[in-house]
């Protein structure tokens, strides 16, 4: 596959309804693809009121392709990411891990169902309106294997989303294009405000993947029970009562419902540790607080983009913890199978289980691990 355009290649994009994709669908019409455009359904909507954003993501993404010109397909993939995605967030908070659905969502439905289905559309390549950068080993020749595709920074530092990309591999690099690549957030609204487009000022979603926002306690409290205890000092000081560990992340400030304790100073109280054993949840003074931090980790469900590790083990590279962190130093201490071990070169703040620690070596994003736990 090439990197460059081809006459009468042809691309369906991911339209969302969002800005950027529609962005992306318009560049690639101007870069000479035979552009058409596919809506995905991927979660059934709630009675309740103010939660069916799907109906306007629709109306949306149809507006765009009316206005581009370009031919919109629709799919249900709802029962594709309930199982693929869904129930793994589930078993991750019931594991009383904090997941990020964004990663399993991208690599399941988003270019894995999407990229499926577009295949058997007929398409060369899809699109999404992802900040991301995709280079190849070979990019002016057709390949018939799937090697040596490199995903890569791109050139909006605060909008990168190859944190959230991490889990992509071979295969599913070489039929995808990332048209917004070189472009910042801001160029990418100047060109939906030239052309017209009614969501040029679009708010960016935010929240669970394909679900939206919501009140997230009362949401994730349909599908886990609520097991109450106590929330104490790392001295064993009761100061309150939480609803249950899974609602409880890492470094959470807010939420914790325990200020103004008596004596305890106006700093505010994070989380430090969840002890599963005896019900509690640890939490801490002060957003420096030594327990807060630490040099290592081990990681699990490791995975490489390019399909082998960079190295034998140790070895120096970079990573984050989170989307839009900056580029920390590390050294992968040691990997077997899909386990590894990661110290840092300076302390590392809130390292939560069920996040994913993604690695980096210069612009190239290596791949990635799942969080297991902090410390030795």
């Known amino acids: ?120 559309l007929g398409a060369d390549w899809i699109a999404t309106g992802h900040y991301a950068r995709v280079t190849r080993d070979k990019p002016n020749a057709r390949r018939e294997n799937n090697d040596g595709c490199q995903l890569r920074l791109c050139a909006d530092v605060d909008k990168d989303q190859t944190y959230f990309l991490h889990l992509l591999d071979q295969h599913q690099l070489a039929r995808t294009l990332f048209p917004l690549a070189e472009l910042t957030k801001a160029d990418v609204r100047a060109i939906a405000r030239q052309l017209g487009l009614a969501n040029a000022d679009k708010k960016d979603s935010t929240g669970i993947c394909f679900i939206g926002e919501r009140r997230f306690g009362d949401f994730l409290a349909r599908w886990l029970p609520s ?21 409880h992340t890492i470094g959470q400030r807010q939420g914790l419902g325990i200020g103004g304790v008596r004596d305890a100073g106006e700093a505010p109280w994070f989380v430090a540790a969840k002890d599963a054993v005896h019900n509690r949840l640890i939490v801490v003074q002060g957003r420096d607080h030594a327990l807060l931090f630490a040099d290592r ?80």
């Open 1 to 120: 596959m090439s990197c460059s355009p081809i006459s009468r290649q042809r691309v369906i994009v991911g339209l969302s309804g969002g800005v950027d994709s529609a962005i992306a669908a318009y560049l690639l019409l101007q870069q000479g693809y035979l552009v058409e455009a596919l809506f995905m359904k991927n979660w059934e909507e709630d009675d309740e009121p103010g939660y069916c954003a799907a109906a306007q993501d629709l109306a949306d993404a149809e507006a765009v392709a009316a206005r581009l010109g370009i031919q919109l397909h629709r799919v249900n993939f709802a029962s594709e990411y309930w199982d693929r995605v869904f129930e793994q967030f589930l078993a991750e908070y019931r594991a009383l891990r904090t997941p990020n659905p964004d990663v399993l969502c991208n690599r399941e439905i988003k270019f894995h169902a999407f990229l499926d289905h577009a295949l058997e």
């Open 297 to 376: 980790l081990v990681g699990e469900r490791l995975h490489w983009i390019s399909g082998q590790a960079p190295g034998p083990a140790p070895f120096d590279c970079l990573c984050r913890l989170r989307h839009r962190q900056p580029l920390q130093a590390c050294t992968i201490v040691a990997y077997d199978g899909n386990q590894c071990q990661v110290s840092f070169a300076e302390p590392q703040r809130a390292i939560t289980p069920g996040q994913s620690v993604v690695f980096y070596r210069g612009d190239e994003c290596l791949g990635g691990s799942l969080v297991v736990r902090s410390g030795q």
């Open 227 to 247: 097991e109450p205890g106590s929330i104490e000092t790392p001295e064993g000081q009761v100061l309150g009562t939480h609803r249950g560990l899974a609602w």
